[in-house]
C-alpha cells in the first residue's frame, strides 16, 4: 500500500503484521541520495516458478490467505491509501497465461483488496 501520510507503524499496529519493507515519505532509499516520494507498507510473498504445476497459484492463494481478514482494518486503509494485491509474471512466451485460483480471487475480495496482473516478457536469447 501507498501513501504520502502513511506511517507505517500505524499500518502495522492496525493489521498486526510487520511488513516485508516499509518507509515515509520523505525517508531516504537505502542507497541513499533519493528519498521516497509517498510512503510504503509492503508484504512480499516471494517467487515461485510457474510451470506444468500449480505452486504458483497455490503460493499466492496461500499468501493472501494468510493476510489478516479484519474487515474494519481493510476498509479503513482502503479509504485512505493506494492498496492492491500484485501478481508479477515473468514468462519468455508470447501467449503465457496465469491463473488466479477462486479461492485467491475469494481471499482478496474478503479484504476488498484489488488484484494487479503485472505480466513481464523476456525475449532474450539463451546465451550460447
Do not use: C
Not at 507503524?9 to 525517508?27: I, R
Not at 492463494?61 to 474494519?72: A, G, R, T, Y
Not at 508479477?88 to 484489488?114: C, F
Amino acid at each position: 500500500m501507498f501513501g504520502d501520510d502513511l506511517i507505517p507503524e500505524e499500518v502495522t499496529e492496525l493489521l498486526g503484521v510487520e511488513p516485508s519493507q516499509s518507509y515515509k515519505m520523505g525517508d531516504e532509499r537505502p542507497r541513499g541520495s533519493q528519498y521516497y516520494k509517498t510512503g510504503g507498507w509492503l508484504i512480499k510473498s516471494g517467487g515461485v516458478p510457474i510451470g506444468e504445476s500449480r505452486e504458483g497459484e497455490e503460493k499466492f492463494e496461500e499468501w493472501l490467505s494468510e493476510l489478516p481478514d479484519d474487515k474494519f482494518a481493510w476498509s479503513s486503509l482502503i479509504e485512505k491509501f493506494e492498496i492492491k494485491a500484485r501478481l508479477v509474471g515473468y514468462t519468455d512466451q508470447w501467449n503465457a497465461d496465469y491463473t488466479i485460483s477462486p479461492g485467491a480471487l475469494n481471499e482478496s475480495t474478503k479484504r476488498g483488496l484489488p488484484l494487479m496482473i503485472d505480466p513481464f516478457l523476456s525475449l532474450d536469447e539463451p546465451d550460447v
